[in-house]
């Protein structure tokens, strides 16, 4: 199946990879740049395209750096190193306008601010670390073996080091666990979440030894087993929460709740979904997959009333909590998975909703649903998937609502990631 050839990279695509044609088909490269001639090998060929890897770079794209860790390429983590960070950023503007177009049936999509992250390393807060036979670090791109790695420079300054404290911990416990998550707050402090097996021996650390290995400031660490869909929680030791400020807002995040991972651009985030409440007297704003209620607070500060609907338990009770020490009575919120929450948006037949689902996006129900709200006037739709939002925006279209302008606001530097902040309204 094996075979080289020659190819010019024409532009990149969502997931990360090089488009180049070969005889019109399409031919798709991981770590490549617009504008690179490279010589290919054929990995797999499928209906319409094949997949390749490059054997060696003919002619560099004048768009290339040295990448600045030693492990991209091989290690799963990053995609675009070898991109100027600024360059990074208006591909991922192109691919969003693509998805727009083609995806989302807008002819001229208005995207009408680009916002690049402050920094772009050590901006994430926290790492699901995997382990397998000794080895700590992240998966290799499209395959579940682990890549060992000492540093990443992706994350904070206090925990971008931890891996050989991680390596030394491994000998401390008697069963290989299968991931470290770890969470470093705004004011460095540390939870640290150990993920084993269905089956695996008891242990217990003091967590003032434990700190002690990790060098870092661990306020409490969690022993959990591999469930179904997320680790079950066994036994914690110490604090299960830290906290983070930002601006005006304070915000619990529990070890088992979601919190936005660059803490550069969180403010930024907050500042444009909650603009447009502060720029229209909204009466009453919703809030689905509202998490610890990161939008629904600083929302809520705006508008008469406010809920939030969050399938997590534990992001539900940090959320519940929050409106408490944010000094906000007019804000409630609600565990339900979304689909089940609809009749609890019906019932408070908001005129602003804010929706921030997981990559796989809404469905037509929700959408359907959704769109028959009689007081409903904006939607802000804050996704990390270009694809699934495009569908999603061409979905709520057939239900009379149109997307008027969109943001992109990178929160994910080093990756293909994109994260966009879309504001749609009702047109009939
Ligand atoms: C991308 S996060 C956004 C959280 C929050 N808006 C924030 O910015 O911190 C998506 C959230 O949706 C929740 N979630 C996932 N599936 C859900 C569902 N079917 N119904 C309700 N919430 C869900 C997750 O627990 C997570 O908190």
């Not at 089956?199 to 002690?212: A, D, N, V, W, Y």
């Amino acid at each position: 199946m094996e075979k080289s050839f020659k190819l010019k990279i024409e532009k990149l695509v969502y997931g990360g990879r090089g488009l180049g044609r070969i005889n019109g088909r399409a031919v798709f490269v991981p770590f490549t740049a617009p504008e690179d001639v490279v010589l290919v090998e054929e990995r797999s060929r499928k209906s319409g395209y094949s997949e390749a890897e490059v054997v060696k770079i003919l002619k560099r794209s004048p768009y290339r750096v040295k990448p600045k860790c030693p492990y991209f390429g091989k290690c799963g983590g990053c995609d675009w190193q070898h991109i100027p960070y600024e360059k990074q950023v208006e591909f991922k503007r192109d691919i969003l306008e693509e998805n727009l177009q083609k995806i989302g049936k807008i002819k001229k999509p208005n995207i009408d601010e680009v916002i690049p992250s402050p920094s772009s390393w050590n901006y994430r807060n926290r790492a699901q670390i995997k382990v397998k036979k000794g080895k700590v670090g992240f998966f290799e791109k499209n395959s579940h073996q682990v890549v060992d790695i000492d540093s990443c420079p992706l994350l904070k300054e206090d925990i971008s080091g931890i891996f050989p404290r991680l390596k030394k911990l491994l000998r401390e416990i008697p069963t290989e666990p299968l991931e470290f998550h770890v969470y470093s707050s705004g004011k460095d402090e540390v939870l640290l979440k150990i993920i084993f097996p269905k089956r695996f021996k008891r242990f217990e650390i003091p967590l003032s030894k434990l700190k002690g290995i990790l060098g870092v400031n661990l306020v409490g660490y969690g022993i959990y087993r591999q469930g179904d869909v997320f680790p079950e929680r066994i036994r914690f030791f110490g604090r299960d929460f830290t906290y983070e400020t930002v601006g005006r807002f304070k915000f619990r995040i529990s070890a088992d709740s979601f919190f936005q991972v660059n803490r550069f651009q969180v403010k930024n985030l907050i500042d444009k979904v909650s603009q447009v409440a502060k720029e229209y007297q909204y009466m009453l704003a919703g809030d689905l997959y509202c998490g610890v209620g990161t939008f629904t607070i600083p929302v809520g500060s705006y508008v008469h009333r406010a809920f939030g609907i969050e399938s997590n338990f534990s992001a539900v009770s940090d959320a519940l909590y929050n409106k408490d020490i944010n000094g906000l009575r007019n804000v409630t919120f609600f565990c339900r998975e979304t689909e089940e929450g609809l009749e609890i948006v019906k019932e408070y037949n908001p005129d602003l909703l804010i929706i921030d689902p997981p990559r796989s996006g809404l469905n037509e129900r929700i959408i359907r649903e959704i769109s028959k709200l009689t007081r409903l006037k904006k939607i802000v739709y804050v996704s990390c998937n270009p694809s699934t939002l495009a569908r999603d925006i061409a979905t709520f279209y057939r239900h009379g609502i149109s997307m008027e302008r969109a943001k992109l606001i990178d929160m994910f530097p080093q990756t293909y990631h994109v994260e966009t902040i879309a504001y749609l309204r009702k047109v009939r």
